[in-house]
């Protein structure tokens, strides 16, 4: 029989910050990726300089990860939770720019009001993007 593989919310959130992380590499720019999951960071240590494998939920956390008001942070995580609890741990650093992945309507509304910077839904931009193709087809 075939096998299909599913993708989880959390696959879609993997390759995000994937690549996220290598085309800023690429491109010289210096990133930590930070994940509770060891096996993610493992995985990009022979691309990605400066990884750790943490739960950066809490302001102590983010402060020995040494995230300070001018970091650019980028939130891939699929759980909504998590999402809100580093963002909120993020403003009560004085972090200014924070673009966050949020996979739905409500997502996105909480994370507006904790003050993100740039919110961006990738399934339903890549959805919006193929509607429109098969529009002009």
Not at 113 to 130: D, F, K, N, T
Request: glycine fraction near 6%.
């Amino acid at each position: 029989g075939v096998v299909h593989r599913v993708e989880t919310a959390e696959d879609v959130a993997v390759e995000l910050r994937e690549a996220v992380a290598l085309r800023l590499v690429e491109e010289g720019r210096r990133v930590l990726g930070v994940d509770v999951d060891e096996a993610a960071v493992t995985a990009l240590a022979d691309q990605v300089d400066h990884l750790a494998i943490a739960e950066a939920r809490d302001e102590e956390t983010l402060r020995q990860l040494d995230i300070r008001p001018d970091t650019l942070v980028v939130l891939g995580m699929a759980p909504v939770a998590a999402s809100l609890m580093t963002a909120t741990a993020l403003n009560e650093l004085g972090v200014r720019e924070i673009w966050a992945k949020a996979g739905s309507r409500q997502h996105v509304e909480a994370l507006t009001r904790l003050g993100v910077s740039r919110i961006i839904q990738p399934e339903r931009e890549a959805g919006l993007a193929m509607a429109s193709e098969i529009l002009r087809r």
